[in-house]
């Protein structure tokens, strides 16, 4: 909900703006009114709005006073003129200082809604572009471009931060007032990272406040069913190791559907007897015990806990065991060191990862027999491509594809690399980023929005992948024009 309050030195004037406006309705909150300028200020400052309606002639302090002493402040917040003076003067005095337009008393109800309808894209539009530099510059090494956007970030002799990503159903609510602890001084901002997926940054003074218990199923009881918890760091240059930490915890959802609150605690040594037994059945050919390997692969992973990091850490040594050990074999195959997003972009769960291991292994032991001749794989082969070319903007696992398409899904990996010379996720990521490409040039469309055309939900992962494929953010490259 958009923060608003409404300052006039007439009741009637103020009961006047409250009553002909459906607030609630384009996403509006009234969080004050102000008969006193000197009151409304101190409110201003304290609160925050992101709107003000006042008038423009006040005893002592004008409306546009108060827009000047807020831009002196440095607080964003937007402003409407109303006032029953219609001298033409005001007015452009009033947009001069960057009113977002002005109204005459009393106000024509016919136009209320219209307005108000336009406000509420105004502040949408405003919010995309905000969030957009604040992922930008928390995900930065750049620590003044950081501070721009952290409250404590200036004037405390030392702070503490902890970074908090929340995976949510639903409508997108504000977790701020949730996390912010008003009886300790404990201050958030909050960042969009996808369309069910919110940053949370806390920052405080006393790290005692970080580290104490806070009301954990508020949280799960609003629709929420992951929040990753980072660890604590003074520094503002291990701002993105945090967000590295909060979104691996979330990623819990990964390996549990209803994971709860994780907090970030490395477990790497427990994997360590999983990979080891991999070793031994690679080494020993021991391709008979691989089916129970895998079951209890996945066991051993829920009775330890282990999280996206393990996952992380067992999918990259594997790849390394395989390789070394079958290099031609698997030459052709999609199997490459991965990081948490590109893991679960590629797989949609822990199963299913441990089900493609299982078939590498299996074609390793069968030497890749074929169930269909050569030209009726191809076949199946290019009716799959025309099916990914139509639907790359949904969610697309080549276990799904595979089984679509009749091919055995390590076999689809050595075709996309024999027949196109790039990997699946990499031809997927081609036609999405070129998608989003497009619609940058080509469209007004948010960010977020083309994200979702181009098939990206997680806007976080998007920005990055757009950045490795071109070099720049989608932000950046928009500006430029390229």
């Given amino acids: 909900m958009y923060k608003v309050m409404i300052v006039d030195d007439e009741s009637w004037a103020i009961r006047g703006i409250r009553n002909a406006f459906d607030w609630n309705k384009y996403g509006f909150e009234i969080i004050g009114q102000f008969t006193s300028a000197y009151k409304a200020w101190d409110a201003i400052v304290a609160k925050k709005p992101d709107l003000v309606f006042t008038d423009i002639r006040m005893p002592e302090i004008s409306g546009l006073d108060l827009m000047k002493m807020s831009r002196n402040h440095g607080l964003d917040i937007e402003f409407v003129i109303v006032s029953g003076y219609a ?38 539009r405003r919010g995309a572009a905000r969030n957009h530099l604040l992922l930008d510059a928390l995900t930065s090494a750049d620590q003044e471009e950081i501070k721009r956007f952290l409250p404590l970030s200036h004037g405390a002799a030392i702070c503490y931060y902890q970074v908090l990503a929340i995976y949510f159903e639903g409508e997108s609510k504000d977790f701020g007032r949730l996390l912010s602890l008003e009886e300790k001084p404990v201050y958030v901002v909050e960042v969009e990272a996808g369309t069910r997926k919110r940053l949370v940054v806390r920052m405080t003074e006393e790290r005692a406040c970080l ?11 609003n629709g929420v069913h992951a929040v990753g918890v980072s660890s604590i760091s003074s520094q503002l240059q291990h701002m993105s190791k945090l967000i590295k930490e909060a979104d691996l915890s979330a990623s819990q959802v990964f390996l549990e559907e209803a994971a709860g609150v994780v907090h970030y605690e490395p477990k790497l040594q427990l994997v360590k007897p999983c990979i080891d037994e991999m070793y031994r059945i690679i080494q020993g050919n021991q391709f008979d015990r691989m089916e129970e390997y895998i079951k209890g692969l996945q066991e051993y992973f829920r009775v330890h806990h282990l999280g996206m990091l393990e996952v992380v850490y067992l999918w ?64 199946c082969f290019n009716k799959m ?76 992962y998007f920005n990055k992948v757009f950045k490795k494929h071109c070099g720049m953010t989608p932000a950046k490259f928009r500006k430029k024009g390229i």
């Avoid at 996309?416 to 619609?439: D, H, P, Q």
Wanted: negative net charge; contains cysteine; charged residues 25%.
């Fill in 87 to 124: 001298e033409f003067e005001y007015a452009q005095e009033a947009l001069r200082y960057g009113a977002l337009d002005y109204f005459l008393k009393p106000l024509d109800v016919e136009l209320a809604d219209p307005f108000l309808a336009k406000l509420a894209v105004h502040f949408s």
């Fill in 211 to 221: 580290e104490g218990a806070w009301d954990e199923p508020v949280l799960t009881n």
């Fill in 316 to 379: 990259n040594q594997a790849v390394g065991i395989l390789i070394n050990a079958y290099s031609e074999e698997l030459r052709d195959m999609e199997l490459e060191f991965l990081n948490y997003s590109e893991i679960k972009e590629r797989f949609e769960h822990f199963e299913s990862l441990c089900s493609f291991l299982h078939e590498v292994l299996a074609s390793i032991r069968q030497g890749n027999s074929r169930s269909l001749q050569e030209g009726d794989i191809l076949s």
């Fill in 385 to 460: 491509i025309a099916y990914i070319d139509a639907h790359f903007e949904q969610k697309l696992y080549l276990k799904d594809l595979s089984a679509q398409f009749f091919i055995n899904q390590v076999y689809c990996c050595q075709l996309f690399k024999k027949n196109l010379g790039k990997t699946f996720s990499e031809y997927v990521s081609e036609l999405r980023i070129n998608k989003a490409r497009e619609l940058l040039k080509q469209t007004d469309l948010s960010i977020e929005e083309i994200a979702i055309k181009a098939g990206y939900v997680d806007y976080y």
